[in-house]
T-cell receptor
């Protein structure tokens, strides 16, 4: 089956630094990739939708200057948390699908801890 | 290894039929469990979740799920499905490890 690889799975950083999270579709071309965030004991919250070669569409309340998304190719999307602060500590997960109406495949997630 | 299994890959039902989608997990200890739905062309939507308390959880759109700790299961149910329930259904545990998904097709 289709595989989505997300890296790193766990990262600790100092406040004020930037962190990049990668999401790769390993055996298919992902038309669309989605980035989600999960706070403890809550469900996933969609942050943004990215399409290859175009600007990401951010959900209301998500700061696009804080969470930079680059969908450089059909197999790679990156989320950069810029000038991270402790309140950005969270679990981030990406997902992708081949086509608009097809099922999602999920990365394994990234636990970000900002000190 | 820790995993989430959804045994039904594709389920086809007629309208008004009852639905049960299986979800099993292989985690020890306390787990938080979720069911999400992906309607065609849309992103995920939370159906229901279990953290603690009553093992029978009721969610949106008439869905419910029962947490059976002894069976490591969290099956999703709906007494009478509608054509609009056609979607992909995902079971997930607290660290967002997802099952492979079950496609539900409801015939009118």
């Amino acid at each position: 089956g289709a595989v989505v690889s997300q890296h790193p799975s766990w990262v600790i950083c100092k406040s004020g630094t930037s962190v990049k999270i990668e999401c790769r579709s390993l055996d298919f071309q992902a038309t669309t990739m989605f980035w989600y965030r999960q706070f403890p004991k809550q469900s996933l919250m969609l942050m943004a939708t990215s399409n290859e070669g175009s600007k990401a569409t951010y959900e209301q309340g998500v700061e696009k200057d804080k969470f930079l998304i680059n969908h450089a190719s059909l197999t790679l999307s990156t989320l950069t948390v810029t000038s991270a602060h402790p309140e950005d500590s969270s679990f981030y997960i990406c997902s992708a699908n081949r086509d608009f109406n097809e099922k999602l495949f999920f990365g394994s997630g990234t636990q970000l801890s900002v000190l | 290894a820790q995993s989430v299994s959804q045994h039904n890959h594709h389920v086809i039902l007629s309208e008004a039929a009852s639905l049960e989608l299986g979800c099993n997990y292989s985690y020890g200890g306390t787990v938080n469990l979720f069911w999400y739905v992906q309607y065609p062309g849309q992103h995920l939507q939370l159906l229901l979740k279990y953290f603690s308390g009553d093992p029978l959880v009721k969610g949106i759109k008439g869905f419910e799920a029962e947490f059976i700790k002894s069976k490591f299961s969290f099956n999703l149910r709906k007494p009478s499905v509608q054509w609009s329930d056609t979607a992909e259904y995902f079971c997930a545990v607290h660290d967002m490890r997802f099952g492979a998904g079950t496609r539900l097709t409801v015939k009118p």
